[in-house]
Structure formats: structure tokens, C-alpha cells
């Protein structure tokens, strides 16, 4: 999953909304899982080609796009990223770059 050219935070030029899944009881006193705002962060999405999609497709049928933001604890396969109005849920848990642990990885699965 990772890349060959060196991953630097001048390379972060998305800003972006991390959204989750929220527990909320509606109009009716039925608990909806509903989408809410969670944090900005700035990431660099790219839409997969050629054998990075062949190789990312072999783990998740659907993968679209690959997302690498500054390293961070809280973001989880459970996400979703939205791009100004585009919508991409994280489809593998992030990965560490490198030993420094400054950047993290994941695919996501752009929503239609």
C-alpha cells in the first residue's frame, strides 16, 4: 500500500471532513444511525489506476482512491471523508508510513 515517492505535509492540500456514524433516536423514538461531522483534517486524495487499483481491488472489490493524511489515532475504517459534497468511506483500516509515524494510508470507496 505504500508509495514510492517520499509522502510530505506540503503534499496535503484536501481539506476535508471526517465524518461517523452517530447514534440518534428520531421523531418517531427510534434509534437512526445518522452521519455527523467529526473533524478537519488536510489529507491528499488520489484516484487509483492501472496496478495500484488491481493490487487495492485484490483487499476491497470497490476501491476507488487513496487517501494519506498526517498520522492521527482516531480515524477508523468505520469513517467516511467528505470532500466538498464528494463523499469517501475508508475501506481498510489506515496504515503507518514509516517508522516516524507521521503519515497514515487507506483506501475509501467513493460513494455514487
Not at 10 to 19: A, Y
Not at 76 to 97: C, D, W
Request: hydrophobic residues 35%.
Amino acid at each position: 500500500m505504500g508509495r514510492s515517492t517520499r509522502t510530505r505535509a506540503g503534499n496535503l492540500r484536501q481539506r476535508v471532513l471526517l465524518q461517523q456514524v452517530t447514534p440518534t433516536v428520531d421523531s418517531y423514538g427510534e434509534t437512526v444511525e445518522v452521519w455527523t461531522d467529526y473533524k478537519r483534517a488536510w489529507c491528499r486524495i488520489e484516484p487509483l489506476m492501472g496496478k495500484e487499483l488491481l493490487d487495492a481491488r485484490q483487499l476491497t472489490a470497490d476501491v476507488t482512491h487513496r487517501v494519506t493524511m498526517r498520522n492521527r489515532d482516531d480515524v477508523t475504517e468505520k469513517m467516511r471523508i467528505n470532500l466538498n459534497g464528494r463523499v469517501l468511506h475508508v475501506a481498510t483500516a489506515p496504515i503507518r508510513l514509516d517508522e516516524r509515524n507521521e503519515f497514515i494510508q487507506m483506501d475509501a470507496i467513493e460513494q455514487k
